[in-house]
């Protein structure tokens, strides 16, 4: 049973064109929730990280929240540069300190 | 910005052969992971180490595969006898404990070492 989905598995959006990203996660507790961003051929990107229903954080156009079965990444007026795959991992209270990441959302965005 | 890093960037080896790929985590921090993507698939997680030992690793560390810290700054993962499905992108990544961290606190992952078993 997967604990991490991502959806849509991809979107396209043109420049300045606002929309979300979704993660829904399955745990028994959640000590915390990371958003990566990844490039191709690279290593995931630390974007943020959120631990309890209710908090939200910011960077740039990106912002995430959290509930307590999904967080969302919301891109506000994207430019072409945000294109990428955007990865959402969860770091369960029973499962020591490894992440499990989902499927990504790969991010096209148009000029 | 403290990074990851991680060599070689490509590596081709033969079916059976040994490989160890080399990380340099971030000086201060504390947890060590290894993890790996196989092309079209999610990030897995293999093993975290910590205090000089593993603290956790998944079903995919197996036998064939073992980590190793040996001079305090390099942070290595072997791979015996390599198997064509062992062909895979693998990332170190490290971290701090989180009393230790400020701000917007994250595993810092390297840009990987594209294994290539043929």
Redesign the interface.
Known sequence: EDQVTQSPEALRLQEGESSSLNCSYTVSGLRGLFWYRQDPGKGPEFLFTLYSAGEEKEKERLKATLTKKESFLHITAPKPEDSATYLCAVQEETSGSRLTFGEGTQLTVNP | EPE?T?TPSHQVTQMGQEVILRCVPISNHL?F?W?RQILG?????LV?FYNNEI??K?EIFDDQFSVERPDGSNFTLKIRSTKLEDSA?Y?CAS?LPRVYSVG?????????T?LTVV
């Not at chain 2, 698939?41 to 997680?45: A, I, S």
């Not at chain 2, 917007?104 to 990987?112: A, L, M, Q």
Request: charged share 20%; proline share 0%.
């Open positions: 990851v991680q947890y992971y993890y698939q999610k990030v897995e997680f975290s603290s956790e998944s992108m990332f971290k917007n606190y994250g595993y810092t992952f390297g840009s990987g594209r």
